[in-house]
């Protein structure tokens, strides 16, 4: 089974701060999604990247296989960027997700 | 775009009494999945399905869970006597050939 860590837990930046969440897991994967979860609940996928850098507005994601970590930056943080961040990466031979414990990012006006 | 929808957005019911959670999954995707995730606590995997069958489930998915694709387009999750600890936000996700899965918008449900 995957183990996935998230850090930090929590986070309160200041509007118009750069923002960086880390992600680390254990075991080989094929493929790393990021996610987010307003306070109502729901989730939506971000990204998911296998390699590399995805840029997505003011949102990047980056991926280092070899060393098992990537990193989710925001850009420009806004208020409205306020939710939890959450990293998911698929098991060994599996397509089922383990997820990280989440990120949870304030941004403050 | 396509999504991921959910019915009930929020679900209250008795301990002991019976729910369905349904999902419509993206129409031409091929691999279902259902999560739930505990308040305070991190999002779960339980059941995946493909092909009409269950293709992995954790230790959570006990006999008291069971998942049907009844007509084509919809993904149900019964949980056949629920418990106080069944309370939990329940997610279904599909996929096509690719990794990247599609979550709904979820399910409370409160068990009282």
């Known amino acids: 089974k995957n183990e996935v860590e998230q850090s930090p837990q929590n986070l309160t930046a200041q509007e118009g701060e750069f923002i960086t969440i880390n992600c680390s897991y254990s075991?080989?994967?094929?493929?790393l999604h990021w996610l987010q979860q307003h306070p109502g609940g729901g989730i939506v996928s971000l990204f998911m990247?296998?390699?590399g850098k995805k840029k997505h507005g003011r949102l990047i994601a980056t991926i280092n296989i070899q060393e098992k970590h990537s990193s989710l930056h925001i850009t420009a943080s806004h208020p409205r960027d306020s939710a939890v961040y959450i990293c998911?990466?698929?098991?060994?031979?599996?397509?089922?997700?383990?997820f990280g414990k989440g990120t949870k990012l304030s941004v403050i006006p | 775009e396509p999504e991921v929808t959910q019915t009930p957005s929020h679900q209250v019911t008795q301990m002991g009494q019976e729910v369905i959670l349904r999902c419509v999954p993206i129409?031409?995707?091929?691999?279902f999945y259902w999560y739930r995730q505990i308040l305070g606590q991190k999002v779960e995997f339980l059941v995946s399905?493909?092909?009409?069958?269950?293709?992995?489930k954790s230790e959570i998915f006990d006999d008291q869970f069971s998942v049907e694709r009844p007509d084509g387009s919809n993904f149900t999750l019964k949980i056949r006597s629920t418990k106080l600890e069944d309370s939990a936000m329940y997610f279904c996700?599909?996929?096509?050939?690719?990794?990247?899965?599609?979550f709904g918008p979820g399910t409370r449900l409160t068990v009282t």
């Open positions: 996700a599909s996929r096509d050939i690719s990794y990247e899965q599609y």
């Open positions: 075991v080989g994967i094929s493929a």
């Open positions: 990247l296998s390699s």
């Open positions: 998911a990466v698929p098991g060994a031979g599996s397509y089922q997700l383990t």
């Open positions: 129409s031409n995707h091929l691999y």
């Open positions: 399905f493909y092909n009409n069958e269950i293709s992995e």
